[in-house]
């Protein structure tokens, strides 16, 4: 049994809630090559707030999943008041009365109000056509409910995000969940919004509903919730009442973990400036970015997810364009208006996504490295076999790729390998500045040492490295100097000597400095 | 390598053509004599010459249904010139065809790269504007054999080492683009953006432009088409090669290039192309009837693609196995 609530504590605790609703007891769940949760534990009582709380990738999202149905466990027990339950399709846990509201409202934009409230459960009329005189009168006591001033004819796409939010929460009421799970539902709200939904989040506690919520933000944690339980690599790390714990306790929980036996850097000699930004700025994402990057030196971006880091590399790298600023290499400033430049430029980028940025399915191996680099193995127009062999053979091997042959194609490769041919690819290229969004996320632990490896490797060979990373060990691990991002600006800087998780993370979310 | 290949869908389907011809060989066996089989090809060529091009296309994604209204107006246009003047060179007139199919086809291509328009409705559009400026252009009116004049209509027909010129350039057009797809990196273009767009983008390919060269050389090859199917068959109108555009998608697709881009190969073309230049001249001689021969085009083609279907999903299983014993 895990470190998580016992009902004997709760009963104490919450006396309004004696029994929980929802209990996840020893739920495990494997994808290829990754454990995402581990024999977890979670328990959700009515009229209840827990907050769920963990780094990116910690498990919180496949979590919500296998609530919601869309994932089955591989193991563990589901209990809903008091009855083993099993969900092998998103309707089924939706029928049983769990709802989610995500990040980005899943609704329907070109149908009205009522219609995405009461899609699939729409009041019937005689000869079992929809009822709309009754849905629209039903719709609008629902959003009346939830305290929001909407038609409910109006269309969706019209209202804003805040709005949308509301409709989702309304859509909720109206299937008579007892579970509501918020992920993030604050991200993209402004200060008022944020008000009027915490005010809704204690309406519904009031009602009875347990509600899951997921949030980065410890301020709104400890102003809404009234438990808490901790994951940390897929595993449950701790679990209480938010009342019995602090701000420090809970970041602790969240990062605690020795750092340097799983990330092997290396010190290596930091030489001149390579690299600068200054200025730089973005109509919608980010602004007044400036940063330096020396030789040998690998410079970490943190910050949560929808900070503009990746918006930002984006930029550097010419698929967007900033609206203001300048980029220098080598000390002449650089205009660069497309990825094709970028990489003439010396400058490439290893995406996030490897399935959708990285790989390209169908192309072998060999050519899957080459391309970037078609114009080394290229005589008078025609591409020279041989040639991209070698060149893909060298930079392979240099990762220890294990691949059966060269001429395979990319896709028949684990998602570690994947990223070695990628990484490959970009190496071949011989570039001066090396951007790796996320570098390991998702693949498994051997893997992530190679990797690991190789980046202190490479800085020690002169190339510098910009690497944008949420996971907090891997960032204190790596990177020599830290730039932490909040909101599309940097809001600190720090170096690698003295500096911590708490810190990190503080910065990041925008606690104020230690309170106690 | 050999072992692979045979395992591969060109083997495959090199084999049902080969089976096909057994087959109708055992009730006919004029079916195989060397002449018969060249004229097989030879009727073939230009559904060759063509799938090739629309290959480029489907392998970045796109389509072109226009590439056979896009042949009745670039036939037209040196037929009429023909017509008027006789004495233009052929060659010329061969260089004209592909020059204006191949700016058709680079409308096709500025409407996808530079509006961003889905493929499938502007050469929808284009389509039916080509097929109107045909009308435009002849007044409706024909070009007979009578008003061509004798070296237009000799070439295509000339004779060396056994096999007439129309074959002769389907087979240039065959090597060219073995080369072309196979050693330049125009070609490696072509998969990777069909294969991975947004990878492609990360890579420093232009997609926009890249999807804008298929288009372009996807029409120029139907230009050429335009002057070889006119000169062949001695008359030019405005409905020549109706609804020819889905036997140039049925012969890729036949031929193992995915609709989704980023799949495919020369040989596979060529071979889909034979595949229904097989059918199509080999139902007539068993007595089948024309409507029989439709529905058998029709099966070819489903069969095909459940065939395709099926080595994809192989391919995924693939992964998974793999990626469990790694970890």
């Known amino acids: ?134 849905m629209n009168k039903d719709a609008a006591a629902l959003l009346r409910r939830v305290g929001a001033d909407i038609d409910p004819e109006a269309r969706l796409r019209g209202l804003g995000i805040a709005s949308k939010h509301l409709v989702a929460i309304a859509r909720a009421l109206s299937v008579e969940a007892r579970i509501v799970i918020m992920d993030e539902p604050t991200a993209a709200l402004s200060h008022k919004e944020i008000n009027e939904l915490y005010e809704l989040v204690e309406r519904l506690k009031a009602e009875g509903k347990a509600i899951l919520f997921i949030s980065h933000k410890f301020d709104e944690i400890f102003r809404i919730a009234d438990r808490y339980t901790v994951f940390r690599d897929g595993e449950c790390v701790g679990a209480g009442l938010i009342a019995d714990t602090s701000h420090d306790e809970l970041v602790h929980l969240m990062v605690g973990r020795s750092v340097d036996k799983i990330f092997p850097k290396t010190e290596a000699e930091i030489g001149e400036k390579v690299f600068t930004v200054s200025g730089y700025s973005h109509p919608t994402e980010f602004a007044d970015i400036g940063f330096e990057l020396r030789r040998g030196e690998i410079l970490g971006f943190y910050g949560l997810v929808g900070a503009g880091r990746s918006e930002l590399m984006q930029a550097l790298f010419g698929i967007t364009r900033p609206s203001r600023g300048a980029v220098r290499i080598d000390g002449e400033v650089a205009v660069i208006r497309s990825p094709a430049e970028a990489i003439r430029r010396g400058i490439v980028y290893v995406p996030e996504e490897r399935g959708s940025q990285g790989a390209i399915a169908g192309l072998p191996i060999f050519q899957n490295v080459t391309l970037p680099s078609l114009g080394k193995t290229t005589r008078a127009g025609f591409l020279k076999l041989a040639e991209e062999f070698r060149l893909a053979r060298e930079y392979t091997s240099r990762l220890e790729l294990r691949a059966a042959a060269l001429d395979r194609d990319i896709a028949t490769l684990s998602g570690g390998n994947q990223q070695k041919v990628v990484i490959a690819k970009w190496l071949a290229t011989k570039p001066k500045v090396i951007i790796l969004d996320e570098p390991t996320k998702g693949i498994d632990i051997g893997s992530k040492a190679a990797v690991h490896e190789f980046m202190s490797e490479l800085a020690s060979e002169g190339l510098s490295i910009i690497m944008v990373s949420s996971e907090i060990p891997e960032v204190l691990g790596m990177a020599d100097r830290v730039i932490v991002m909040r909101e599309g600006r940097i809001v600190g800087e720090f170096a690698r000597e003295g500096l911590d998780a708490e810190t990190l993370v503080r910065a990041a979310a925008g606690i104020d400095k230690v309170q106690s | 390598m050999i072992s692979r290949f045979l395992k591969s869908r060109e083997a495959l389907l090199a084999g049902a053509i080969v089976l096909l011809t057994v087959l109708i060989a055992i009730r006919f066996p004029a079916f195989v004599s060397a002449a018969n089989l060249v004229r097989v090809f030879n009727d073939t060529s230009i559904l060759i010459i063509l799938a090739l091009g629309q290959m480029m296309v489907i392998l970045t994604r796109c389509i072109d249904l226009s590439m056979a209204a896009n042949l009745a107006l670039s036939g037209m246009v040196v037929a009429m010139l023909n017509a008027a003047i006789p004495g233009i060179p052929v060659p010329a007139l061969i260089a004209l065809a592909i020059a204006v199919g191949a700016i058709l086809g680079a409308f096709n291509g500025i409407f996808v790269w530079k509006l961003d328009i889905p493929p499938i409705v502007v050469t929808l559009g284009t389509l039916t504007i080509f097929r109107g400026l045909v009308f435009v252009l002849s007044g409706g009116a024909w070009v007979n054999a009578h008003q061509m004049s004798d070296a237009f209509k000799a070439f295509p027909r000339a004779v060396f080492f056994g096999l007439p010129v129309l074959s002769w350039v389907a087979i240039f057009i065959v090597v060219l683009m073995t080369v072309l797809i196979g050693r330049t990196a125009l070609g490696r273009a072509f998969y990777a953006v069909g294969g991975n767009p947004t990878a ?80 199509k001249n080999a139902l007539p001689v068993v007595n089948i009837s024309p409507f029989w021969q439709l529905a058998i085009s029709g099966a070819a083609i489903i069969v095909a693609v459940a065939f395709n279907a099926r080595a994809e999903r192989r391919r995924g299983r693939i992964i998974l196995r793999q990626s469990e014993a790694a970890s």
């Open chain 1, 1 to 134: 049994m895990l470190n998580s609530a016992s009902p004997a504590i709760a009963q104490h605790a919450s006396p309004s809630a004696t029994q929980p609703l929802l209990t996840l007891d020893g739920v495990s769940k494997s994808f290829p090559g990754v454990r995402a949760l581990s024999e977890v534990a979670l328990d959700l009582y009515p009229g209840t707030v827990t907050a769920l709380v963990g780094e990116n990738g910690a498990g919180k999202s496949t979590l919500v999943k296998i609530l919601t149905g869309i994932y089955q466990p591989d193991e563990g027990t589901i209990t809903l008041a008091g009855e083993p339950v099993s969900f092998s399709t998103a309707y089924d846990a939706a029928r049983a009365g769990i709802t989610a509201i995500h990040q980005e409202t899943v609704l329907f934009d070109e149908l009205s109000v009522a219609e995405n409230i009461y899609l699939g459960h729409a009041p019937r009329g005689p000869f079992g056509l929809i009822d709309w005189k009754r």
């Open chain 2, 200 to 279: 492609a983008v990360y890579t420093g390919i232009d997609v926009g432009r890249t999807r804008f060269v298929a288009f372009t050389l996807a029409g120029a090859l139907a230009g050429l088409s335009g002057y070889l199917w006119i000169s062949r068959y001695a008359v030019a109108y405005v409905d020549i090669a109706g609804g020819f555009e889905l036997d140039i998608i049925a012969a890729c697709v036949i031929g193992g290039i995915s609709i989704a881009g980023g799949i495919g190969s020369v040989g596979g073309a060529v071979l889909g192309a034979l595949f229904f230049g097989v059918i």
